[in-house]
């Protein structure tokens, strides 16, 4: 079966970092592409970064708001995704998910949360930043 499992969450501080983790199993990430996505309570799903070969191996895009403090990578020979969440704000808290897709949904160079019923979805791990 197809799954994925995500980790790293915490309770920090404003301005702290963390590094998120995507573990996958029943398929290989370098074979799909696998978004980032983010879901606070009482608000809408939100997509924040997705790399697959798209474009070019391990090709990575971002949501526009990210603005260079999150980043993800990917390394094949774990089969994990990561998220670097860097300078991290009060408005980052939610539960952030990872999820494999078909290819990366891009539109004028920037990432958008495009799900489908297919899509592999993990539990989620939640980022709470407060002081």
């Known amino acids: 079966q197809k799954q994925l499992v995500e980790s790293g969450g915490g309770f920090v501080k404003p301005g702290s970092s963390l590094r998120l983790s995507c573990a996958a199993s029943?398929?290989?990430?370098?074979?799909?592409?696998i978004g980032w996505l983010r879901q606070a309570p009482g608000q809408e799903r939100e997509g924040i970064a997705c790399?697959?070969?798209?474009?070019?191996?391990?090709?990575?895009y971002y949501a526009r708001f990210v603005k260079g403090r999150f980043t993800i990578s990917r390394d094949n020979a774990k089969n994990t995704v990561y998220l670097q969440l860097d300078t991290l704000k009060p408005a980052d808290t939610a539960v952030y998910y990872c999820?494999?897709?078909?290819?990366?949904?891009?539109?004028?160079?920037?990432?958008?949360?495009?799900?489908?019923?297919?899509?592999?979805w993990g539990q989620g791990t939640q980022v709470t930043v407060s002081s």
């Open positions: 029943g398929f290989r990430v370098e074979d799909s592409g």
């Open positions: 999820v494999r897709e078909e290819l990366c949904s891009v539109w004028g160079g920037n990432y958008f949360l495009d799900l489908r019923p297919d899509d592999v």
């Open positions: 790399i697959s070969n798209n474009d070019g191996p391990a090709t990575t």
